[in-house]
């Protein structure tokens, strides 16, 4: 662009040239706002991973307690049906929570 044509356009010419500045800047290192997207996307799939860890050990206590108190307050003679119903009860939440985890991410 000519100096003429510069000030005849009222200083569009440094935003121009501002803008292409930057568009080589992003080219040759990459956006930092892409950067800190992946970095906040890794701390979040981490607590993620970390929260599952804990959800998974609290499942097993819960399921360990739930059948302790089934030999707790139920008659011997009862037992395993009460397990039983216990185990698919358990059995239809999971079901539940990933049925909707999968829409939601997969749209299934």
Do not use: P
């Not at 804990?54 to 089934?70: D, E, H, K, P, T």
């Amino acid at each position: 662009m000519t100096n003429q044509t510069a000030t005849e356009s009222g200083g569009d010419a440094q935003t121009s040239e501002t803008s292409h500045e930057d568009t080589r800047d992003i080219e040759r290192t990459g956006s930092s706002v892409t950067r800190k997207g992946r970095v906040v996307e890794y701390v979040e799939l981490g607590a993620l991973a970390v929260l599952a860890l804990l959800g998974v050990v609290a499942v097993f206590g819960a399921y360990a307690s739930g059948l302790s108190a089934v030999d707790t307050w139920v008659a011997d003679e009862y037992r395993s049906v009460f397990r039983t119903v216990f185990n698919l009860v358990v059995l239809g939440v999971v079901g539940i929570g990933m049925s909707i985890l999968l829409r939601r991410r997969f749209g299934y």
